[in-house]
């Protein structure tokens, strides 16, 4: 935070200002267009000729779709940590991580939502939802709340992306037109008035008192579609709790991804700085030990009474078929990040960007450890069911979906970031006139503001 | 000598239980062999005439595999009036699974109906090349089954009368024997001590009603059955009557129109309504508050002055 003193407001404001794609940039956006493409040939074969393109069936009739559905809304839980939780609890430091947060947020819950849909088979039936859901169903609750997260997760990127919007209209010349006339239709009434101000500061307040609630919500309830059930593995009053943890975990793994990438290719070294990759490596740490916790509660329990009908399930977990995965998510997503963050070496920019990547991907794993396993061992026995249906493994239809799906939330963080900048240039500058001016955190520098 | 005498009846013992064992080897294989030996299809036609329907003639057809009947399905039956001729056709029918089929006397037959008072009906089952045909008949004489009710000294009583047509009057029939029962969801529930109940010389059978605290529906009413069942000469009768003997019982509302967990979206809880709605009005409430604040930035943007520096 310190080198802000050093960088004068025209150096910050061109540094985080959104630049055009280079090379790279293109390869990359064109890279992650074809997957989406691809995905969406997928889907259209799906539209076509239905789920039977899928491998889903009468056991397994939640695949590898509700996985990443749980993946992303999930990840979509850091948008409440990094910009609620950090402002509600004054972190000064939380500036150039809270726009990362809330565009992985908005674009993750929107693909949560775009792959219910993919799992319904016929889209149309989310129509029927509304009008024949009951309201009885955590099915329901899960629509209502994802649709309310979604629309304040959107406010809340909205609101504070006003004041920079409103400086890139006035750089019109160096930004060029592309964008302007998006930019003019956001943010040409900002003027930052004393009134203008306190009332967006008021809304933020606002929306971040909201959005922690609706943010427990979301996942809350989404565990609830699987905890309400009676199943092995389901059965249990541990999984809003379990499902909230390991939703921190995945989200500060994917902010710490995102800032590793962002600095590097921004070159955003005076504004990403090494103290956060430090803070939010402890804060990661943290979490990997609360999931962990939860996680211990999940299995050992279980594993300890053993029960017949969730004897073939535990073993199956344990050491059978899916034990490779089952020790790989525990691993690879919780300990050894833990491992590597818990010496100050190891929350260093790239140790802490491989610790991310290692929990992103363990956390994709045990969501689909969550679903499969389950599905595939009822309470009521098999009968005269073909057998296939005792296992599944995603059609490459479902994996091209998935992984466009994963290609559209990144395609969506790119062209944000193409648009709009990524560090508040606005919070950026008072925090700057904060340490410069008084040596106070940003909360002083701004009730000092109020005061004055 | 005394062990030689031992051995002479233990010996004598032995043959005797090696004659009952190769008996009853013999018995079992003999009752087994008949088991296993299927008889010809049967045909049977019996006529009923339900409580306020149209009178109806019912064929069965079965085989007997070892000590049992059962079901003969998919037969082709025709069934005639007096005798197997075309003009004489009532309808056609083909056994189901149970090994049955019905035919309602049809309009075309309300004239004969009128003007006879004993008739025959046929049935015929012209079967696959190799096997015998099936046949069978039925002759009946019209009677008229009525129940009803009178109170004596207090004491309520369920009184049927049987009456048969002769010439052009309806005439009692006695040494009947007929159910008099309340009807019910599986089966008919006598009404007194006695299953059966046999018909005098005024053709009048009677029972006193001892089911006082029978359920009946919600103003305690009942119906109340009275039978003749499979008889030789009038077939089937079943005549019924309503009456308010019953004790009244509330319906039960029905379990899945309750507002409960897993009932339909109409009948959800009100806790669960007003929950899930207040919260989602909350929540909104505060995003559309938000639009709003969003509009007056916005307002005061268009109407207020303007700040240079950001």
Redesign the interface.
């Known amino acids: 935070m310190k080198n802000l003193q050093n960088l004068s407001e025209d150096q910050i404001t061109a540094d985080l200002l959104p630049q055009k794609f280079g090379r790279r940039g293109k390869i990359w956006t064109a890279g992650l267009i074809v997957i989406c493409c691809i995905g969406a040939f997928a889907y259209i074969k799906q539209l076509r000729e239905g789920l039977v393109v899928t491998n889903m069936g009468d056991y397994a009739s939640w695949g590898i779709y509700i996985s990443n559905f749980v993946f992303f809304v999930a990840v979509s839980l850091v948008g409440s940590l990094i910009t609620a939780i950090f402002r509600l609890s004054g972190v000064p430091w939380r500036t150039p991580l809270t726009r990362i947060a809330e565009i992985i947020a908005v674009s993750n819950i929107t693909f949560a939502a775009l792959i219910i849909i993919v799992d319904m088979g016929r889209p149309e039936r989310l129509y029927f939802l509304f009008t024949?859901?009951?309201?009885?169903s955590p099915i329901m609750?899960d629509v209502?709340v994802i649709t309310?997260y979604f629309?304040?997760s959107l406010?809340l990127l909205?609101?504070t992306l006003?004041?920079d919007v409103?400086?890139m209209i006035?750089l019109k010349d160096k930004l060029g037109k592309p964008f302007s006339k998006l930019y003019k239709w956001m943010a040409?009434?900002?003027?930052?008035?004393e009134?203008?101000e306190k009332?967006?500061n008021?809304?933020i307040t606002?929306?971040c008192v909201?959005i922690v609630p609706?943010a427990f919500?979301i996942h809350t309830v989404t565990s609830w579609l699987f905890a309400t059930t009676y199943r092995p593995g389901w059965d249990s009053t541990n999984f809003g709790a379990y499902f909230v943890s390991g939703a921190f975990l995945v989200g500060a793994g994917a902010v710490g991804i995102a800032m590793f990438v962002y600095r590097r290719v921004y070159k955003l070294e005076n504004y990403i700085t090494d103290d956060h990759f430090d803070k939010m490596g402890k804060i990661t740490v943290m979490l990997a030990l609360l999931y962990l916790y939860f996680n211990v509660n999940e299995f050992l329990v279980p594993a300890f009474k053993m029960k017949e009908e969730e004897k073939a399930y535990l073993n199956g977990l344990f050491t059978g078929d899916y034990s490779i995965m089952f020790w790989f998510a525990i691993m690879v997503g919780m300990i050894i990040p833990t491992l590597v963050l818990i010496n100050k070496k190891g929350r260093k920019p790239l140790p802490m960007f491989i610790a991310g990547v290692m929990i992103v991907v363990g956390a994709w794993f045990k969501r689909y450890l969550i679903v499969t396993p389950t599905m595939l061992h009822p309470l009521l026995p098999k009968y005269n069911s073909p057998l296939r249906f005792n296992h599944y493994f995603p059609s490459w239809e479902e994996w091209a979906i998935t992984i466009g799906s994963m290609a559209g939330v990144l395609l969506i963080i790119t062209f944000f970031t193409r648009v709009f900048p990524i560090i508040s240039i606005?919070k950026t500058l008072e925090d700057k006139h904060a340490i410069t001016n008084k040596n106070e955190t940003t909360e002083q520098y701004e009730s000092n503001l109020q005061v004055s | 000598m005394k062990q030689l005498n031992n051995m002479k009846v233990i010996y004598k013992y032995l043959k005797l239980v090696i004659s009952l064992v190769l008996l009853l080897g013999i018995s079992i294989d003999t009752i087994q062999a008949q088991d296993s030996v299927a008889s010809k299809t049967q045909l049977i036609i019996s006529y009923f005439l339900p409580a306020n329907k149209v009178p109806y003639l019912e064929v069965t057809t079965r085989k007997k595999i070892g000590r049992k009947f059962e079901a003969v399905k998919n037969i082709p039956v025709d069934i005639y009036f007096n005798e197997a001729d075309p003009n004489n056709l009532l309808g056609k029918v083909i056994t189901d699974t149970i090994g049955k089929g019905r035919i309602g006397l049809p309009p075309s037959f309300k004239n004969t109906w009128d003007s006879l008072n004993e008739f025959k009906f046929l049935a015929q089952s012209e079967l696959p090349a190799g096997q015998d045909a099936l046949s069978a008949d039925i002759t009946i004489k019209k009677a008229i089954l009525s129940v009803d009710t009178t109170s004596v000294d207090g004491t309520r009583m369920v009184t049927a009368e049987l009456k048969e047509k002769n010439g052009n009057d309806w005439v009692p029939v006695k040494d009947i024997d007929m159910k008099l029962a309340v009807k019910r969801m599986d089966a008919n529930l006598s009404v007194g001590d006695k299953d059966f109940y046999t018909s005098d010389s005024t053709g009048v059978s009677s029972a006193e009603f001892k089911k006082d605290s029978i359920p009946g529906d919600k103003k305690g009413m009942i119906t109340l059955v009275a039978e003749v069942d499979d008889n030789d000469t009038y077939g089937n009768l079943v005549t019924e009557k309503a009456v308010n003997w019953g004790k009244a019982i509330a319906p039960q509302k029905d379990f899945f129109a309750q507002r409960?967990?897993?009932?339909?979206?109409s009948e959800?809880?009100i806790w669960?309504?007003f929950t899930?709605w207040g919260?989602?009005i909350g929540?909104?409430g505060?995003?559309i508050?938000?639009?709003i604040?969003?509009l007056?930035?916005?307002?005061?943007?268009?109407s207020?002055?303007?700040?240079e520096?950001?």
């Open positions: 024949h859901g009951r309201l009885q609750w209502i309310t629309f304040l406010l909205y609101i006003i004041p409103k400086l006035s040409s009434f900002w003027q930052g008035t009134a203008q009332i967006r008021k809304s606002i929306l909201t609706v919500c606005y | 409960t967990l897993w009932a339909i979206r959800t809880p669960l309504l899930v919260i989602a929540i909104w505060t995003i508050y938000l639009v604040q969003i007056k930035i916005r307002k005061l943007g268009v207020g002055p303007i700040k520096d950001l």
